[in-house]
C-alpha cells in the first residue's frame, strides 16, 4: 500500500500556503506543529504559525451583552505555544526564500509509514548559488515531546561558508478572525514570560497562561551530523533565544543540521525538569533511532488500520491520509481527547465536542482499543464537572456533558446551538455501549463506564417529562444546528432511549457479573430509578408522520416553510455565514445529517421503508455545510442500496481537506469526518453492525472498486474482511472462533469464511 502523500509544491500563493500548512502539519496526539516555512514569509503573506499543546489551554472571558442566569461567561482556549519552527539559512550571506532568486523545483511529501513530513527545494539564490534543500519534520510517537527539524543542504555549483539562524521563541499569539465564529474573534494574548535559560547551546523557554496557571517550558538545541563540523551559539533575544550555527560546505557536499525541540507543559511534566531530561534523552538517541522507532510505531498502527482499495489508488491513499490524521490528533492521555481539527490548526479553539464519540471513537473502538479506553477515562475525568453543570441548567440529578470543552466547562457561548444538544449524553452513552459491545470489557464498564451511561440516563428523567402518556423532551437542539431549541427531536429522543435501555442493560449485567455494588453505592442508584429508566425508554416518543412515511425532525419541522436551496448563491454556503441564525430556524433546511444520524446508529427504531423515506426528504434539504454529513449519508444510502449515492458522499468526505472542498482547511483539518470515511467503508460499504445479538456484517463495495481489504477487532479476535464485487471472504487472524452474520445468515468463523453475494 503506498502510503506516501506528495504534492508538487510551487504553488506560493498565500491560500495554497495555508492550507499546506495544515495538510502537512506533524502531530502525535500530544504536540501538533503547523507546517510552517522555517525561514518565514515575505510581508502580506498570510500565515497561521503555530504550535499547539493537547487540551494546553487558557480561560479567556465570553462576553455576554446579556449575561443571563448561567451563560458561560468563560471558555478555555488552546494556545498556541512557543515557536521553534524558525531557520534561516544563509548561503555565504545570501538568505534562503523561495520568494527570491528562482525555484526550480519544489515538493512537499508526507510519509504516513514512517511518519514525517519532507519539503524539497531546488533553489537558485539572486546571485546564482544553486542548492537543493531537504526539511524533514517529525512529531514522534514514542517520545511525545519531541519535534525535530532535520534540515540539510547540497550546494550544486559553490562551495564555502554556509550558516544557520535559528530561534526559539517565547512571544507567540494565537489568530484570530473576527469574521469566522467557528474560530476565535478576537486579538488575545495569553502566554506571560517566565524565564529563558541557556545552558552551552541549549535553551529553555518557559511561560506561564494568564489566567489557568498553566506553565510551558520548551527546548530547543541543535547538532550538526556527525561528518559535518562548525561552530554554534546561543544568546538571549526578547523572550527567547536565537543560536547561530555556522559551517562550510564542499561542492556537491551535503550539511545537515538537526534541531530538537521539546514541549512539556505542568499539566503532565514537572517543570522545568522534564524539558531537559527529555532534551538529554532524545539527544541522546541518533536520529536514524528516532526515525526507526517512529515507523516501528507507525507499523503497528497500519497493520491494524489498513484500508486496501484496489481498483482506486487514489482514493485508497486519501483513506489513507484520513486515518493517519486520526492517529495524529487523538490524545493519548486522560487530560486529552480529540480536536475537530485535531491539533492541526485553531477552528474551534482546540474544542472537544460530540465528534469524537459519533464519528472518531468506533475506528479506535474496532482497530485501536486502548486509545477508545483512554478517550472514555477522559470523559469519566470530566464527569464532575457534567455534574455541576447539569445542576446550573437546573437539573436536580444526573451529568450533563458540555457541548464543547477542554477541561470539562461548557466554552459555548451560544446556548441553542450549543449546550441544548443534549444529545451529546445520548452520544456518550452510546460510544461506551459501542466499547462494550466490542471488546466485552466489562471490568472497564464496572469501573468507569457504567457510571457515564448511569448519569447520562438520570438526565434524560430529569429533563424530559409524560404527556399524554408519552415520554417527551422538550426544548433542545439535536445535531442540525440550523434547527434549534424544538420539542422531540427525532435523533436526540432515539439517543435518550438508547441511553436508558443500556443503563437498565448494565445495571443487569454488572448485579449479574457481581460487580455491580461499587457503582452503585457511589452514586446511590436505586432499583425505583432502573424502573423508571427502563419505563421512559419504553414510553419514549418518537416522531412520525404517517403521510409522508417519515419521521420529522422534530415536533414543528414539517410546518416550516422549506428553504429554497436550487436558488441559493454558491457563495451564501455555508448558510451560517450569511443569515441570522433565527431566519434560517424558519426553515426546513439541514446544515448536517440528523434523522438520517438516527437511522443509522438507531437503525432498529424505524422500519427500512421509513428510513428510505427519511432518507429522500432530508438529503432534498441538506446542504451539508457541516464536514459531520457526507459520510453519514453515504453511510445510509449503502444500507438502503443506494450505491452510487454512497459513493458520491463517500468521495466527498474522502477528499474533504486534501481538495479543501469546504474552503477553511487553512483552520485544520476536519477530525470527525476523517473518521466519518472510515465509518463509511466499515460501517457503509462493508455494512458492519455490531449489537447485543453478535456481529453482522452486509458488504457491498461501489461498482468500480475490485476489492476492499481491512481489520477489525472483536472481542478478543482480530478480523480480516476482503470484499469484492461477489461477495466477501472473512479470515480470522488471531483469537477465539466467532459467530458472524454475514447478509442475514449465521456462519462461524474459525478460521476462513467465503460468502457469496446474492445479486
Ligand atoms: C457542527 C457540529 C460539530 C462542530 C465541530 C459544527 O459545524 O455543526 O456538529 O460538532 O462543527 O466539528
Redo the contacts with the bound molecule.
Sequence with gaps: MDLIYELDDLKTDGQSLLVNETLFHNANGYIGIRSNFEEGYPEGIDTIRGAYINAFYDFREIKQAEAFYGFALEKQTMLNVHDTQGITLYLDGEAFSIFTGTLVAAKRTLNMAAGYTERYVHWISPQGKEAEIRIRRLASFVRLPLFLIDYSVTALNFEGPISFVSSHRGDVENYFNPADP?LSQEHFRSLIPKDVVIEGSASFVSSVTSKSALSVCTAVDHILAEEDTGSITTETEGHGTVSHIEGRIKKQGTLTLYKYCIFTDSLRYPLPGAAELELRRAMAEKPAVLYRAQEEYLGRFWEGARIEIEGDKELEKAVAYNLFELIQSAGKDPYSNIA?KGLSGEG?EG?Y???TEIYMEPFFTLTNPDIAKNLISYRYGILDEARKNARLLGHAGGALFP??TIMGRECSGYFP?GTA?YHINGDIAWSVVSYYLASGDLPFIAEKGAEIVFECARLWLDVGNYYRGKFRINEVTG???YTCLVNNNYYTNASAQYNLRWAVRFWEILKEAGTLEDVRRKISLSPDEIDAFSRAAEDMYLPYDEELGINPQDDSFLSKKKWDLSHTPREEFPL?LHHHPLHLNRYQVC??ADTVLAHFIFEDAQSLETIRNSFLYYENISTH????STCIYSIVASKLGFREKASRYFGDSANLDLQNLHGNTKDGI???NMGGVWMAIVYGFAGLRIKEGGIGFTPAIPESWKSCRFKIRYRDSQILAEITGKGAVFTLVSGTPKIINVYGKEYELSDSLTVSRET
Design positions: 467557528r475537530a474551534y474544542h465536542f460530540w465528534d457541548w464543547r446551538a444538544q445535531p442540525d444546528e451560517l446544515k448536517q455545510d457541516s464536514s459531520l476536519h477530525t470527525a
